[in-house]
């Protein structure tokens, strides 16, 4: 893992939601520079705490970026390649890394290579890099049938066991290191052989050794998923089950459960950790009790990870995921020009946002922290969080009352609310309002 990821606080953007794009790329369009609409948006990210940029789909694309036609060329609703580096070299000249998006598992039906196939049947020169029986024949003109992702239709899986297809990959993701990127997201990383990673990585890093790679992995075993690809990390999607679902149920057991197994993939590897991203029910929209809001800050931005903040949740946006087309527009909005055309009911939650970032950067050292539980019930819990030299204590109660908590050694009340009796000593308290919350020094 490259050092500089232990200091990221990733701010995560989903561009063509972001800049308003057209939701269907319109053929032979002109280009529409908006990626300087992002760009405007960088000094917000910096001040959020923030310091790296993950950025979702930008190469052309049909319809969400995630079909993708061309992978050496931005998509023309976004802007072009000089667009990108200039977005690139704005952010990292505010110390921001970037991460892109690679979509390596499958590509858009109307992929050049794809329409191919469709063509000239099974001697197109790139029918390997496919999954394809002709049961109806092998006549040019002859659709075949072809392993698609998860049942999209629209999303043709690639062969990972043609090596076409591997040099392919590897020569995307090199071409785009070599243009100023830091690093990679690997879309559906769980659905692709750990085989071909290992290769595709290794390949990448004999020519970018500092270049950060995390795969999209929702469920598995995480360590060894890590462990057998080369990659530098894993989403963790356990963790963000279980923040919002603990809140929710007031069952902090759950919550304490998912720490637990946090700590064992911590000692394999740093997972990206989140509340929020292009794919999910926005974290304000999923709690049922708004109060515990900063519950779920606290916990992301002090437990180890390397944290992610989805664009618009450091506002409390709202949105709803839908099992439908179009379901994920609710959770992809566009952006107003500017900071200045934001309501002003997020700004308290910005705010909070700020104090945590802020904290974790002066605790680089939460990026491998484990957690230890010191105190648990379905409603309170008591977290050291650290190692054997140094710790915080994060304290939550979600009960209607005020609550008394073993708090030990804690000194000071670092962020959120809380009054301390016998500060400092093994036999400290710490007061919590009903639904308080608080992180402590000791």
Same mark, same amino acid.
């Given at each position: ?20 794009? &057209? ?23 910096? &001040? ?91 006549? $040019? /003109? ?29 020569? +995307? ?39 950060? +790679? ?94 992610? +903040?989805?664009? /618009? ?8 995921? &839908? ?25 308290? +939650? ?28 379905? &409603? ?25 908590? $073993? ?36």
């Amino acid at each position: 893992m490259p050092s500089w990821i232990e200091r990221v606080i990733w701010w995560q953007v989903f561009p063509l939601g972001f800049v308003g794009a &057209e939701p269907e790329a319109m053929g032979e369009a002109p280009i529409v520079h908006r990626l300087g609409h992002i760009q405007a948006w960088l000094d917000y990210a910096v &001040e959020l705490g923030a310091t790296g940029l993950a950025l979702g789909p930008v190469f052309a694309a049909s319809t969400h970026g995630y079909d993708t036609i061309d992978p050496f060329r931005i998509d023309p609703r976004l802007g072009d390649t000089a667009d990108l580096v200039a977005l690139i070299e704005a952010a990292h000249a505010r110390g921001l890394r970037v991460l892109l998006d690679g979509v390596f598992n499958h590509v858009g039906r109307d992929h050049p290579a794809f329409v191919e196939v469709l063509e000239q049947g099974p001697q197109a020169p790139r029918a390997a890099w496919f999954r394809l029986s002709w049961p109806r024949g092998t006549d $040019p /003109g002859t659709a075949p049938d072809y392993a698609c992702f998860e049942g999209h239709r629209q999303l043709v899986t690639l062969n990972h066991d043609a090596h076409a297809v591997a040099d392919h990959v590897v020569s +995307i993701m090199t071409h785009w290191l070599a243009l100023g990127v830091d690093g990679w997201r690997l879309d559906a990383a769980y659905a692709v052989s750990r085989r071909f990673w290992f290769d595709v990585l290794a390949r990448v890093r004999s020519l970018h050794p500092d270049a950060y +790679i995390v795969g999209e992995v929702i469920h598995g075993d995480y360590a060894a998923i890590v462990r057998d690809t080369g990659m530098d990390a894993v989403t963790q999607y356990e963790l963000w089950k279980a923040i919002w679902s603990a809140l929710n149920d007031r069952n902090l057991f759950e919550l304490a459960h998912a720490l637990d197994r946090h700590n064992g993939f911590l000692d394999a590897f740093a997972p990206l950790t989140f509340v929020g991203n292009h794919d999910v029910t926005r974290i304000a929209s999923r709690l049922a009790d708004a109060r515990h809001l900063p519950h779920a800050l606290a916990i992301l931005l002090v437990c180890g990870g390397t944290p992610s +903040i989805y664009a /618009g949740d450091e506002q409390a946006f709202r949105g709803v995921k &839908e099992d439908r087309i179009g379901g994920d527009d609710a959770i992809r909005p566009a952006f107003p020009d500017t900071p200045a055309g934001l309501a002003p009911y997020g700004w308290p +939650i910005y705010s909070l946002h700020q104090a945590l970032t802020a904290l974790r950067r002066r605790h680089p050292w939460l990026h491998r922290a484990r957690t230890r539980t010191l105190h648990l019930t379905n &409603e309170q819990l008591v977290l050291a969080v650290g190692d054997e030299t140094q710790h915080l204590l994060l304290a939550l109660n979600l009960s209607e009352a005020g609550t008394l908590l $073993p708090s030990p050694d804690a000194r000071t009340v670092a962020a959120g609310e809380a009054s301390l009796e016998a500060a400092g000593t093994p036999e400290a308290r710490a007061s919590l309002a009903p639904h308080g919350w608080a992180i402590l020094t000791v």
